[in-house]
């Protein structure tokens, strides 16, 4: 909601990507323990939400919090240069990280999953993979021209297309929502439900990036 990718609390209930509409009763989510989070506001549900609720309006023009934003363990070690010195030199990994809560093994795991995903990002750039390929390949899949994933518009297949077109340039590329959107002209919550869509349709149609 600060960053703007939705608009309002209204529109914040049915974004599938944070577990608010979980908490307010408005989704369901298997592994999310809403019934713990709710017990700290109330000692029934319907009174917890609404606490709850009151707790989250209150805390809308709070701002940006320099102590909540990621980069805690990169940060800590002096940056990207730091840490890539630390690694060249073979000193031990740092067992922790402010921003995820746990034990050193699970800390660890999480780490390790998120230089996974760095190391594809620059790994399919160094081979071209950029928005224009994967416009192409898109392009290819639904017999469209590349060029009309860009332009405004809902006639079918685009919004297929489209769905496809973000899910892979933020999951594969890790392009940001936010960048997305502008070069897309839709909003960032328009694009987070186009990822949804494109993670969907390529589950189901097997459709892969590289072949």
């Excluded at 939400?49 to 909540?68: I, W």
């Amino acid at each position: 909601l600060r960053a703007k990718m939705v608009q309002d609390l209204k529109e914040l209930k049915k974004y599938s990507f944070c577990g608010h509409g979980v908490l307010l009763g408005k989704r369901e989510c298997d592994f999310q323990d809403d019934e713990f989070i709710l017990s700290q506001f109330s000692d029934t549900i319907k009174q917890a939400r609404r606490n709850y609720l009151s707790y989250v309006k209150a805390g809308q023009d709070q701002g940006r919090k320099p102590e909540l934003v990621g980069g805690g363990l990169i940060r800590s070690l002096g940056g990207w240069d730091s840490a890539k010195q630390i690694l060249k030199k073979g000193m031990d990994r740092q067992k922790g990280d402010q921003r995820i809560l746990g034990d050193t093994d699970f800390v660890l795991s999480i780490l390790k999953q998120a230089n996974e995903k760095l190391n594809r990002k620059y790994e399919l750039k160094a081979k071209g993979y950029n928005l224009n390929y994967i416009a192409k390949k898109v392009g290819m899949i639904y017999g469209i021209d590349p060029d009309d994933i860009f332009l405004k518009g809902r006639q079918i297949p685009l919004p297929d297309a489209r769905g496809l077109f973000c899910n892979w340039a933020v999951n594969e590329l890790k392009i940001s929502i936010k960048e997305l959107s502008e070069k897309l002209c839709m909003t960032p919550s328009g694009i987070g439900y186009a990822v949804q869509r494109g993670r969907e349709i390529a589950s189901k149609k097997k459709y892969r990036l590289i072949d």
